[in-house]
């Protein structure tokens, strides 16, 4: 079965710092989404990208995150000058569907901790 | 606010038995919807999507769905004890993003 690769596992920064997570969606879908869940809270919405352009961001989307399509395989996901609260497993998530509905893959997750 | 809610459980059924599982959504426009099963520590899986009024079977598994009410539930026949999971509901309220429900944490009992 198709799958969704994140990396790094697991990621742990100083506060401050930038990180960089990567994906690797399936690899005939277009439409590729961040989302993060902070340790006991709800999965939350960050971008959506279709196109080598944000299709829409959430409210936690701010300038510090940014995402890009590097390659024709990586979608990543930069978080300049971290925080503490910015410490959640970040999904990535693919789909072939623009409209949602065949619902998404999403991959392992990255850990990330700042520390 | 676009919001989905769920119990919040903990929710304990005996093994063998019918796990229900239910959510509620404030968008009355909402059209797709989903439940993903989530294993501490891992990522959401999918499990079942509806779309239309009604129920929608899957093996061991049916969703229903009550756009007038807003409220759509998930049930599991012959809970196992591997189904022992927080179950999500995601609701497509707009665009191509999902609104997550904070999750229903199931346990089945041997």
């Known amino acids: ?115 | 606010q676009k919001e989905v809610e769920q119990n919040s459980g903990p929710l304990s059924v005996p093994e063998g038995a019918i796990a229900s599982l239910n959510c509620t959504y404030s968008d009355r426009g909402s059209q797709s919807f989903f439940w993903y099963r989530q294993y501490s520590g891992k990522s959401p899986e999918l499990i079942m999507s509806i779309y239309s009024n009604g129920d929608k079977e899957d093996g061991r598994f049916t969703a229903q769905l009550n756009k007038a009410s807003q409220y759509v539930s998930l049930l599991i026949r012959d809970s196992q004890p591997s189904d022992s999971a927080t179950y999500l509901c995601a609701v497509n309220m707009y665009g191509q993003n999902f609104v997550f429900g904070p999750g229903t944490r199931l346990s089945v009992l041997p």
Not at chain 1, 3 to 10: D, M
Not at chain 1, 76 to 97: N, P, Q, V
């Open chain 1, 1 to 115: 079965e198709p799958e969704v690769t994140q990396t790094p596992s697991h990621q742990v920064t100083q506060m401050g710092q930038e990180v960089i997570l990567r994906c690797v969606p399936i690899s005939n879908h277009l439409y590729f989404y961040w989302y993060r869940q902070i340790l006991g809270q709800k999965v939350e919405f960050l971008v959506s990208f279709y196109n080598n352009e944000i299709s829409e961001k959430s409210e936690i989307f701010d300038d510090q995150f940014s995402v890009e399509r590097p390659d024709g395989s990586n979608f990543t996901l930069k978080i300049r000058s971290t925080k503490l609260e910015d410490s959640a497993m970040y999904f990535c998530a693919s789909s072939g569907d623009p409209t949602g509905k065949g619902g998404y893959t999403f991959g392992s997750g990255t850990r990330l901790t700042v520390v």
